[in-house]
């Protein structure tokens, strides 16, 4: 499940825009104390949480975010959750990429990807020159 972070709260494993992608994972999934996981809000279907587990008993998880904004006091964002509610554990995250996906949203960002295939087809023949050019200099 891709997903691009727009908080600073799990610094030291996910930084704000980075690109991240979660394992689905049913509620039988084994979990543990210390998993990143990806679950929905108990209130508002539209939320996502991404917090790390830092207790379990029964159904109920304890979740947790590693990095408290500066005027939010220690413990207050902790959740207790049902088990139901994850739905993605950590897998992997990409810096650049999720930065990428960002500008390429953007109005620029947009042009720029549609305009430059066009500019590469235009003036191939001249960056192929220029690359063999640069090759036979090596």
């Known amino acids: 499940i891709p997903y691009i972070v727009k908080s600073q709260t799990m610094e030291d494993t996910i930084y704000k825009n980075d690109l991240v992608l979660f394992k689905r994972i049913d509620s039988q999934y084994p979990l543990k104390a210390g998993d990143i996981v990806l679950f929905g809000s108990q209130t508002d279907t539209s939320d996502v949480y991404i917090m790390e587990i830092i207790d379990m008993e029964g159904e109920k998880v304890l979740t947790?975010?590693?990095?408290?904004?500066?005027?939010?006091?220690?413990?207050?964002?902790?959740?207790?959750?049902?088990?139901?509610?994850?739905?993605?554990?950590?897998?992997?995250?990409?810096?650049?990429?999720?930065?990428?996906?960002?500008?390429?949203?953007?109005?620029?960002?947009?042009?720029?990807?549609?305009?430059?295939?066009?500019?590469?087809?235009?003036?191939?023949?001249?960056?192929t020159a220029f690359i063999r050019r640069f090759k036979a200099a090596l």
């Open 64 to 127: 947790d975010v590693r990095k408290y904004p500066v005027l939010v006091e220690k413990g207050k964002l902790q959740q207790i959750i049902n088990r139901k509610a994850i739905y993605g554990l950590f897998y992997d995250n990409y810096r650049v990429l999720g930065a990428i996906v960002l500008f390429i949203n953007t109005f620029p960002g947009r042009v720029i990807s549609l305009f430059l295939p066009v500019i590469m087809l235009f003036f191939y023949s001249q960056i």
